[in-house]
C-alpha cells in the first residue's frame, strides 16, 4: 500500500547554501512585518492611537 504525504516541511540541509539563508532571510522579515503590525493594532485598539498612514501602506513599505 503507497502512502502519500504533502508535508510542507523542507530541511535547510537538503537546499543550497544561498537558497537556505534566502528562505531564512524572508521568514525573519515576515515574522518582524507581523510583530510590527500587532504592535500597531494593539496601539490603535488599546489608545486609541490613529496614524495618517494604514496599517497595510505601512507593511507594504517596510
Not at 34 to 40: D, F, R
Not at 47 to 58: H, M, N, R, T, W
Request: net charge positive.
Amino acid at each position: 500500500m503507497k502512502c502519500l504525504s504533502y508535508s510542507n516541511r523542507f530541511y535547510y540541509k537538503e537546499l543550497s547554501e544561498e537558497d537556505a539563508n534566502c528562505i531564512k532571510k524572508d521568514l525573519i522579515l515576515y515574522n518582524s512585518m507581523l510583530h510590527m503590525a500587532y504592535k500597531k493594532l494593539y496601539i490603535t485598539c488599546f489608545y486609541g492611537v490613529k496614524e495618517a498612514v494604514s496599517l497595510e501602506k505601512q507593511l507594504k513599505a517596510r
